[in-house]
């Protein structure tokens, strides 16, 4: 900029403006983790339990109503709260520009796919159990 | 930057190497860490819930996995990640919303708490699954 030197720091730090979007981004990685304080500890203790108990075991718990909703609530709540947490990690980390989009869109891209796999393995499990 | 010299000598950023290490940033840099590491246990839980709903032959696979000692300690320092990441997930909460334990006495004995809560808790997840 040319009148550089005529704008005191605040002034010239304003005038780059902000990014707009860091609220949101704080609000919803927290509201993310409100859900997962009642989703994770049901979460934990009945994944070890699954595979502890075996495969019999595992297919059984998935197939009934409630774990079969609240996986598929673990999973977009943890997925999306993970999405937004590494967001923050590659923006941190990541100075050069074409790298930090790169990884960005890659962190957006696996959590989505992630959670399509998640939710339709669920869905598997649970139909096919009806069936 | 602007062009204008810098009027007063206010505190920069934290850099960890004039600061001496204390409980407090421990937990944070735990947190993040955690965190990253949880980001790809994400990834091995939904293998596990994949191969279950893929058939036998798969699942016997991740089974021979998950019950070698390799998978056993996988299995429990991802529970330990998981424990640590939760209760200082709510101890930023509580910062956050009342602000609570800002003091740093309280806030180094609530870091030493998360850890020890997170290594005990892990076991007695554990150690509650097998018997229940």
């Known amino acids: ?131 | 930057m602007s062009g204008t010299p810098r009027a007063d000598t206010r505190p920069l950023s934290p850099h960890l190497q004039v600061w001496r290490p204390h409980a407090t940033m421990a937990a944070s840099i735990t947190h993040r860490i955690t965190g990253v590491a949880l980001y790809f246990g994400t990834f091995l839980i939904a293998a596990w819930l994949v191969a279950l709903a893929t058939g036998s032959d798969t699942y016997g696979l991740i089974e021979t996995l998950l019950f070698s000692w390799f998978g056993k300690v996988v299995l429990y320092f991802w529970a330990v990640a998981v424990l640590f990441h939760f209760v200082n997930g709510i101890r930023h909460l509580l910062w956050d919303g009342p602000g609570v334990a800002f003091g740093p006495k309280a806030a180094s004995a609530f870091s030493i708490f998360n850890y020890t809560f997170a290594f005990l808790g892990a076991a007695a997840i554990w150690a509650a699954a097998a018997w229940l």
């Open chain 1, 1 to 131: 900029m040319s009148n550089n030197q005529f704008l005191t720091p605040t002034k010239a730090a304003r005038g780059l403006g902000s990014a707009k979007s860091g609220t949101v981004h704080h609000i919803r990685q927290r509201v993310s983790a409100l859900a997962l304080i009642f989703l994770v500890p049901w979460f934990v203790f009945s994944v070890i339990r699954a595979i502890q108990g075996g495969e019999a075991t595992a297919a059984d718990w998935v197939s009934q109503p409630v774990p079969a909703i609240l996986l598929i609530l673990t999973a977009g709540a943890a997925i999306y709260h993970m999405r937004l947490g590494m967001q923050v990690v590659i923006e941190d980390y990541i100075a050069k520009s074409g790298t930090r989009a790169a990884l960005l869109i890659l962190n957006s891209f696996a959590c989505i796919a992630l959670f399509a796999i998640v939710a339709l393995s669920v869905l598997k499990l649970w139909i096919g159990a009806a069936a």
